[in-house]
């Protein structure tokens, strides 16, 4: 079967902190995919990333960036320098790919940046 | 512009109603998936399409029903027999590969049932 753990269930920072959202994922396929989402507080899921399971390298973009590692089954998500517009709930997901893609979420971690 | 849209934002339904939920993309997507999303949970998969006319149970399809007639469309209905059905609903699309390439989201209706 197939899950994710997103332990944190919320996270405080003030503004200018570095925050890490953990994802800890479940699966016995060889291939899988892993994603991140955030929803604003308007609700809609905004795509941030996707990782296959054949692909380890690490990937930062401006200021995320992301740490895949297969021997502990995470694929954790670190914000630098936090602002305020990043608060928001970060969800982890997981998919076998393939056409359905259907995906596993997790429960979401609430990150709250304070001024 | 292209993407997903979902009307209306906010419903409310008295119990014992069916109520419909619009979902409209012009991505061009073939595959489309319905969520629910309940307080301090994730996303759970109500039913999915891949190709027009043809539609699939998700982890949690009793007391739903969809239809794809049209490429572009996925109506949700939300039928008397939904135990709970007040929640954050969320349409998604994606172009079907055997990829596992992302999906997107509309901004959802948010349903109460009074």
């Known amino acids: 079967a197939q899950k994710v753990t997103q332990a944190q269930t919320e996270i405080s920072v003030v503004e200018k902190e570095d925050v890490t959202l953990d994802c800890v994922y479940e699966t016995r396929d060889t291939t899988y995919y892993l994603f991140w989402y955030k929803q604003p507080p308007s609700g809609e899921l905004v795509f941030l990333i996707r990782r296959n399971s054949f692909d380890e390298q690490n990937e930062i973009s401006g200021r995320y960036s992301w740490n895949f590692q297969k021997s502990t089954s995470s694929f954790n998500f670190t914000i630098t320098a936090s602002q305020v517009v990043d608060s928001a709930v970060y969800f982890c997901a997981l998919s076998r790919g393939g056409a359905t893609n259907k995906l596993i979420f997790g429960t979401g971690t609430l990150l709250a940046v304070q001024p | 512009d292209g993407g997903i849209t979902q009307s209306p934002k906010y419903l409310f339904r008295k119990e014992g109603q069916n109520v419909t939920l619009s979902c409209e993309q012009n991505l061009n997507h073939d595959a489309m998936y319905w969520y629910r999303q309940d307080p301090g949970q994730g996303l759970r998969l109500i039913y999915y399409s891949q190709i027009v006319n043809d539609f699939q149970k998700g982890d949690i399809a009793e007391g739903y029903s969809v239809s794809r007639e049209k490429k572009e469309s996925f109506p949700l209905t939300v039928t008397s027999a939904q135990k709970n059905p007040t929640a954050f609903y969320l349409c998604?699309?994606?172009?079907?590969?055997?990829?596992?390439?992302?999906?997107?989201f509309g901004p959802g209706t948010r349903l109460t049932v009074l």
């Open positions: 998604a699309s994606r172009v079907r590969d055997r990829g596992g390439n992302e999906q997107f």
